[in-house]
C-alpha cells in the first residue's frame, strides 16, 4: 500500500448556501418538516426564494463542508463535486480552493445552474433546508479520477449522493476503487429523511462492507432501524457495522467497533446561533483524527470541538482556525 | 407640502460584498490602505479574488444598507441604484425588497455586471474595502423618479456617487426634485479617501446649500479640512454646514446645526466583529428619528444603536430586529 496524499477525499453535492432567519410559522406556512432537508425544483427553488426574508450566501454542500473542516485542522483533504460554470459555480470552487482543500471537478459548461439550498434559521437555531440540485445531479463516474481516490486515506460519502442517480453510480465506483487500493470508505447518513428514502440500499452498503465507516445522529439511527427506541437501534447498528461514530448533539458522542463503544462529552457552546453544519463538522474532526492515527476518543474530541465552533455562528463552514482551537483544547500539539 | 410616503429614499451603488477575513500582512502584500474604499477595475478584481480567502456574499453598498436599517427600525424607506439582471443582481434585488425597501430600478439588461465589494476585515474588526463597481457606475438621472423623490422627507446621497461620472448627474437631479418640493437632502462623505478625491466639490455642495445634512466621521471632518486637528475641523464644518452628523466610533457622536451641538455617547458592543456599515447604519438611526420628527438627542441615539448591532456580526446589514432593540433601550414605544 503507497503513502497516502491525502487523508480525506470528500464526493458530494457541491452547493452554495443561502440562509435567513425565519420565523416558526413561515415553515407550517410553506410546508416544510423542520429540520429537514427537502429536494426542491426551479420552480419551488424561485418560489421559497421569493417569500424568504434577506440571505447570506455562504459556499456549502455536507461533505464539502467536511472537507473544509478537515483542511482548517490542518489536514490534507480533496473534494468531488459539480458546479455550473456560473456566477455562484464560481463562488463554489473558490471558496472551497482558498480553504485549503484539492478541488479538481472541471465546472459543467452547459445545463442546469450551481445548486443552491435555501436555508432557514428559525430563532431556536435549528435549520431547515430546500435543495435545488443544479448541476450537482449530474455527478458521474467520469468526474471521479481513480488516481485520486487510491491516494486518499479515506473516501467519505454523502447520503444526499443517492438523491441524484448518477451520483450513485460514481459513489460505488469510488468506494471499490478505494478498497481495491487497501483504503477506508466512510458515509454519513446525511439526515432522516434521506435514510428514509434510501433505508434498505444504505443498510445492504453497510452489511456488505461497501462501507467501513458509518456517521450518523440519533434521528438517523433511529430511521434507519425504524424505531423510536435509540438503544435498541443502537445494538443494531453495533451488530452490523464494521465502524460506527453517532451525534447525539448536546449528550454528546459515541464511537463504536468491534462490539465496543467510547463516548465523549459534547463540547460547550456560548450560544447556538445555527445548526447548519454540525455534523459535516464533527464528522471533518472525527475523520482528521482517524485518519492521521489518533485514538477514537481523541477522535471524536476533535469532531465536537470542530462541531462547537460551526454552530456558534451563522453558516457551515469554521470561521475560526480550527487547528488553533484544537491545540489550545490540547487536542493537538 | 404633500404627505410623504417615504422617511428616507437613498441614492447609491447597489453592491453585493464579498466578506472575507484577512491578516495584516494580506493588506501590505496587496498594497490596500487598511481602512479604505478603493476602486478597482475587472482585472484586478478577478486578482483579489483569486487571491483572497473563503468569502461570504451579503447584498452592501452604503446608501443601500441605511435605506435597509431605516426599515428595520420600521421607518418606510426607498433605494435607487443599477444592478445587471444577473446572479448578484438578483440577489441584491431580492435581499433588498425582502428587507422591506421599495426597490424599482430596473436591472440593466446589458453591459458590465453587478458591482462587488471584495472586503477583507482583518483581526481588529477593520474592513479594507476594493470595489468594482460595474453596472453600479451606469446610474444616471433616467434612474431617478421624481415623484419618488417628492415623496421623501429626506433623500440622502452616498458620497461614494461622485466616482461614476453619470451617478453624479442623477445625485444633483435628485437634489433639486427634492428641494424644488420642499425635502431635505442629506449627504455622507462616505471615506477619508473618497473625501480627498473629491474635497472641492464636497464643499462647494455644502456651502451653497445643496445639501442640508452632512454626515462624517472623524477621519473624514478631518480630510475635509484638510487637518490633523479634529477640534479645529469640526469648528468649520459647524460654520458651513446647515446641519452635521459627526461620529467618532467609541468616542460617540454629535449632532450640530445653527451653532449648537448635541453629543451622545457610543452604545456598548461586546465584541467588535467588523466594522463594515457602522457608519451605513449610524445614518440609518439618526435619519429615521430625524425623518420622523424625533428630537436630536434621541436620533443620534437610535444611530449609535443601529450601528453597534450591525458592527457586532460580519456584513453591513442588520441581523436582529432594530425595532425590537430600540424599544428595549427605550427610544422607541
Redesign the interface.
Known sequence: MSATSLDVLALGNAIVDVI??AEEDFLAAHAMPKGSMTLIDEVRAEAV??A????????GGSAANTA?GVAALGGRSGFVGLVRD???GT?FA???R??GVAFGTAAAGEGPATARCLILVTPDGERTMNTYLGAAQNLTVAHVDAAIVESAAITYLEGYLWDPPPAKEAFLAAAGIAHKAGRQVALTLSDAFCVDRYRGEFLDLIRRGVVDLVFANETEVKSLYETADFDAALVRLRAEAKQAVVTRSEKGALFCADGACVTVPAFPVAEVVDTTGAGDLFAAGFLFGHATGRDPATSLRLGALAAAEVIS???A?P?KRLIDLATEAGLLR
Open positions: 435567513s432567519r426564494y421569493a424568504m426574508g434577506p440571505g447570506v450566501e455562504i459556499s473544509v456560473d456566477a455562484l463562488v473558490h471558496d472551497i482558498a480553504a455562528h451563522v453558516g463552514r470561521q
